[in-house]
């Protein structure tokens, strides 16, 4: 996730299912459209700190992670207490009724989370934590949130059997190191101007050439 500070300019992230704790790299996205982190490591509402001046958020999919809690109707009213500009909230739309009614059952979110180092009790930095973040997990995208991305960028999707189509001889960990990869170039395609994507298209031909040349002489 710490890759979402280079791209203030991105409008929409999908990093569901991807065991994401800290949304501090995301407060520099100002254009950030639309976030879906349902099925994270999202332990405290306080992360929402990060999201409040993203002044285009108008969705965002934050169910399935900790900080949700037991009161589903404390969590909707807190979240939207402190991003009132959202249209959709979990899949669900905002009405004017919610809004007013956040102001009254929403908790105002004022500062960013505390992060302990569990160890010794001692402050960590978000950007140490995020640094750590990415060398330990890969983020995995699902068919349909990859297809979204695919879909802005005018590709065509991916068919369903094709997604998972890899060789045996590779192991999970390529396999998911692939498809991050994949998905990464992709998210990145889209801060490109013309010049950028021709630059890209011409590198892409070469590589793939060279990769078919190998091919060739080890059958």
């Not at 280079?6 to 407060?27: A, C, W």
């Not at 976030?35 to 405290?44: P, T, W």
């Not at 009405?95 to 929403?106: C, K, N, R």
Request: contains cysteine; negative net charge.
């Amino acid at each position: 996730i710490s890759i979402c500070r280079d791209l203030p300019n991105i409008e929409v992230i999908t990093f569901s299912v991807n065991s994401i704790s800290d949304l501090e790299p995301l407060n520099q996205c100002q254009n950030l459209s639309e976030l879906y982190l349902r099925k994270n490591n999202i332990a405290s509402l306080n992360e929402l700190f990060y999201l409040k001046n993203l002044p285009r958020l108008r969705v965002l999919w934050l169910s399935d992670n900790p900080c949700c809690g037991s009161d589903p109707h404390r969590y909707r009213m807190t979240v939207l207490r402190n991003l009132p500009h959202l249209q959709k909230l979990d899949n669900q739309a905002v009405t004017e009724e919610e809004l007013s009614q956040a102001l009254v059952d929403g908790e105002e979110i004022t500062a960013p989370p505390a992060r302990r180092n569990v160890e010794n009790g001692c402050p960590e930095s978000s950007t140490a934590e995020s640094t750590t973040e990415t060398k330990s997990g890969l983020l995995n995208f699902s068919l349909e949130e990859t297809n979204k991305i695919r879909e802005q960028l005018g590709m065509k999707p991916v068919p369903r059997d094709k997604f998972s189509s890899f060789s045996p001889r590779e192991t999970d960990y390529s396999r998911k190191k692939r498809n991050n990869v994949l998905n990464a170039i992709l998210l990145l395609m889209k801060e490109l101007d013309v010049e950028g994507l021709e630059i890209v298209q011409q590198t892409a031909g070469r590589r793939l050439q060279a990769c078919r040349k190998k091919e060739l002489q080890e059958e």
